[in-house]
Structures are given as structure tokens and as C-alpha cells.
């Protein structure tokens, strides 16, 4: 091509290389979403305008080894999420640590929230994996405390603050509104009660 062609083409826009224009497409799609949704875990079907995102982002991902440095690091700069399943693991623990030095236990209820992120879910799937759990997760969560089964932990948290109201009032005949510290030892007292008939009539 003569220069003067070359300078036609380049004018209106002409793009020479394919494959680094639709690169720098997908990192703009990215950048976008990441401003606006301050992180870059995109949904595999999301789109971004006219960009299919969530394909490009997992492209990124598979193809990480034959990344050059230079775009490895701009990705990275902008927070890129190279291994989405890990990082949500991560965030899970990060608010289970919160939630224990808040409230001293590891005993998350069902559907509770810690912040955005839906930990009671979260928790429950930890105990749902218990077998296929990775050993470092596992000595992770054990060194904070965890409570594998929630219902053994429920009801050794019952005997404790019986013991304490038995060593203290000389018996065993709790009030049903009786409430030793924050825990409802009345109704818990009652519970057994209710369990030991039903196991006797079977």
C-alpha cells in the first residue's frame, strides 16, 4: 500500500489488527462495568451494550497463559476476578470473620445477610461440602470456630446455660420465659422435654 492509502484508511477508522481491536473493545466493556459495578465478576450471559461481556471475560480467564504480561497486568489493575469460585470462598470467610468478632460465634442464622453478601447461604453450603471441602478450608474455618453441625451446637449451647442455672438456682426447674444470658433456656428446657415423650411413645 502507498502511504497516501495508508493515511485514507487510517482516517476513517480503518482497523489494521482484528484481534487487538476486539481485545481493547472487550477491556473498555470491562472498565465500564467495573466503574459502575465496582467490581469485575461478570455474569457469563451478561452483556455490556452491544459486547457479549461475560464471554469475553471468560476467554480471558481460560486463556490466562497465553495472556501477554502487559495485558495480564492491565486486567489486574482494574481488580480482575481470575478465579471467580476462590474469590467467592474468600469473600464468604471474610464475613464469617466479621460476623464472629461481632457477635462471638460462628452460629449464622439460615438467611442472614452480612451486608450484600448472603452468608447464612454461604455457611450452609461450607457445611454442605464438609466431605469435599479442601483441607485448608477446613483448618481455616476450624481455627475460627466453626460449627460443622449446627443442631450439636444448638443443644450443647442448652446443657452450658443449664449447668450454669443449675449450679447457681440448686435445680433443674426452669421457667419457660427463663432466659440465661442471651440464650432462651426455657423454651430449650421445654424442647427436651417434648423430645423425650415423642422418642418414649415410638
Known amino acids: 500500500l502507498t502511504a497516501e492509502r495508508v493515511q485514507r484508511l487510517e482516517e476513517i ?6 484481534l487487538t481491536a476486539d481485545w481493547e473493545a472487550g477491556f473498555a466493556a470491562l ?27 471468560g476467554t480471558q480467564r481460560s486463556g490466562k497463559a497465553t495472556l501477554t504480561t502487559e495485558r495480564v497486568q492491565r486486567l489486574d489493575e482494574i481488580g480482575f476476578v ?7 470462598w474468600e469473600e464468604g470467610f471474610a464475613a464469617l470473620e466479621v460476623f464472629k468478632k461481632r457477635e462471638g460465634h460462628c452460629r449464622v ?3 442472614h445477610k452480612e451486608g450484600d453478601h448472603r452468608l447464612g447461604a454461604w455457611v450452609n453450603g461450607q457445611r454442605f461440602k464438609a466431605t469435599t471441602l479442601r483441607p485448608e478450608r ?17 443443644w450443647e449451647a442448652g446443657f452450658a446455660a443449664l449447668k450454669l442455672y443449675q449450679e447457681r438456682e440448686g435445680h433443674c426447674r426452669v421457667p419457660t420465659a427463663h432466659k440465661e444470658g442471651d440464650h432462651n433456656l426455657g423454651q430449650w428446657v421445654n424442647e427436651q422435654r417434648k423430645t423425650k415423650i415423642s422418642l418414649t411413645i415410638e
Open 13 to 18: 477508522g480503518f482497523v489494521w489488527d482484528q
Open 31 to 57: 472498565k465500564l462495568f467495573q466503574e459502575r459495578e465496582g467490581h469485575c465478576r461478570v455474569p457469563a450471559a451478561h452483556k455490556e451494550g452491544d459486547h457479549s461481556l461475560g464471554k469475553w471475560v
Open 82 to 88: 481470575w478465579d471467580p469460585l476462590t474469590a467467592d
Open 109 to 111: 442464622p439460615t438467611g
Open 138 to 154: 477446613a483448618q481455616r474455618l476450624d481455627e475460627i470456630g466453626f460449627v460443622w453441625d449446627l443442631h450439636e451446637a444448638v
